[in-house]
């Protein structure tokens, strides 16, 4: 009798620490999901219903004419040109990052040369500088190279990451040697193994590491401030600034700009969730 109500406690206890924990993880997800229908809902506005109070999440009168301003009108209609700005950029320096880090990922993991693990350690070691310290050297470089005011000074310097190279060398090294052996005997070259072996095999750490690099990029801020100086030239994360930097802020046209910001990034995320938690779960798992 003892062991069976030991048993029926257990269960309740159980169950109860997991009521517990779904309601801890409804909150947080409330405390995050309501911020974004706050700027929603005041995006289709054209009072300051955030300075209202009780708040409301549904206006009133929604209307979408925010968004006809922030895309035709503001900035005599930068906006669609700050918006292929960032695409460009940010598809660029994912496509370049995929091929740079997994290539280099590739050649961490499975090639020996001398200095091999030294070369790597000192590449992890640049993690740990702060962005800040390196703004001023890399910016003379890029003025240097005559690069400055120009989609190269956003491009290059975000091709590669040691983030990017660890990750991808840790989840290299997972792979079983016997399939690179066996291509080699089979006449397969060392590009062929590349395109043909290690890059379907990797399609979850490239992924993973794809999302990190596109946010980054779509949401990078002070590096294209530094480096780019026509109106014409700026990304949508610094082309917004300029809304707030007004003496009056219409609340209304900074949350319609920062909806159509996200909102590429939220479909993006949600499309390829499966490969982001996958990848992570196997790249760091070694």
Same mark, same amino acid.
């Not at 491009?155 to 399939?179: D, K, V, Y």
């Given at each position: 009798? @003892?062991?069976?109500?030991?048993?029926?406690?257990?269960?309740?206890?159980?169950?109860?620490?997991?009521?517990?924990?779904? &309601?801890?993880?409804?909150?947080?997800?409330?405390?995050?999901?309501?911020?974004?229908?706050? !700027?929603? @809902?005041?995006?289709?506005?054209?009072?300051?219903?955030? !300075? @209202?109070?009780?708040?409301?999440?549904?206006?009133?009168?929604?209307?979408?004419?925010?968004?006809?301003?922030?895309?035709?009108?503001?900035?005599? %209609?930068?906006?669609?040109?700050?918006?292929?700005?960032?695409?460009?950029?940010?598809?660029?320096?994912?496509?370049?990052?995929? &091929?740079?880090?997994?290539? @280099?990922?590739?050649?961490?993991? /499975? /090639?020996?040369?001398?200095?091999?693990?030294?070369?790597?350690?000192?590449?992890?070691?640049? !993690?740990?500088?702060?962005?800040?310290?390196? +703004?001023?050297?890399?910016?003379? !470089? &890029?003025?240097?190279?005559? *690069?400055?005011?120009?989609?190269?000074? *956003?491009?290059?310097? %975000?091709?590669?990451?040691?983030?990017?190279?660890?990750?991808?060398?840790?989840?290299?090294?997972?792979?079983?040697?016997?399939?690179?052996?066996?291509?080699?005997?089979? %006449?397969?070259?060392?590009?062929?193994?590349?395109?043909?072996?290690?890059?379907? +095999?990797?399609?979850?750490?490239?992924?993973?590491?794809?999302?990190?690099?596109?946010?980054?990029?779509?949401?990078?801020?002070?590096?294209?401030?530094?480096?780019?100086?026509?109106?014409?030239?700026?990304? *949508?994360?610094?082309?917004?600034?300029?809304?707030?930097?007004?003496?009056?802020?219409?609340?209304?046209?900074?949350?319609?700009?920062?909806?159509?910001?996200?909102?590429? +990034?939220?479909?993006?995320?949600?499309?390829?969730?499966?490969?982001?938690?996958?990848?992570?779960?196997? %790249?760091?798992?070694?």
């Amino acid at each position: 009798m @003892s062991a069976t109500f030991g048993v029926i406690r257990s269960k309740r206890e159980r169950v109860l620490w997991q009521i517990v924990f779904y &309601i801890i993880m409804l909150a947080i997800s409330v405390a995050t999901v309501v911020p974004f229908l706050f !700027m929603a @809902s005041t995006s289709l506005t054209e009072s300051f219903t955030m !300075m @209202s109070y009780p708040p409301t999440l549904i206006p009133r009168n929604p209307s979408l004419k925010n968004y006809y301003e922030i895309i035709f009108v503001f900035q005599n %209609g930068l906006f669609p040109r700050w918006f292929l700005n960032t695409v460009f950029t940010t598809a660029a320096i994912t496509i370049g990052s995929l &091929i740079l880090n997994t290539l @280099s990922g590739y050649i961490f993991a /499975k /090639k020996q040369f001398y200095g091999r693990n030294i070369v790597f350690v000192l590449l992890l070691s640049t !993690m740990m500088v702060p962005g800040a310290v390196t +703004l001023i050297p890399a910016f003379m !470089m &890029i003025n240097w190279l005559g *690069l400055f005011n120009t989609y190269w000074a *956003l491009i290059i310097p %975000g091709l590669a990451s040691a983030f990017g190279i660890f990750l991808m060398r840790q989840f290299i090294s997972s792979l079983p040697n016997e399939l690179i052996e066996s291509a080699k005997i089979d %006449g397969a070259g060392e590009l062929r193994i590349f395109a043909s072996i290690i890059v379907p +095999l990797t399609t979850p750490a490239m992924a993973a590491l794809g999302i990190f690099t596109l946010m980054n990029a779509w949401n990078a801020f002070l590096w294209p401030l530094v480096v780019l100086r026509a109106n014409s030239m700026r990304t *949508l994360v610094v082309g917004l600034a300029t809304v707030q930097a007004e003496f009056n802020i219409n609340y209304g046209l900074v949350m319609a700009g920062s909806v159509l910001t996200v909102l590429p +990034l939220l479909l993006l995320y949600l499309i390829f969730q499966p490969y982001f938690v996958e990848g992570l779960r196997l %790249g760091y798992g070694k």
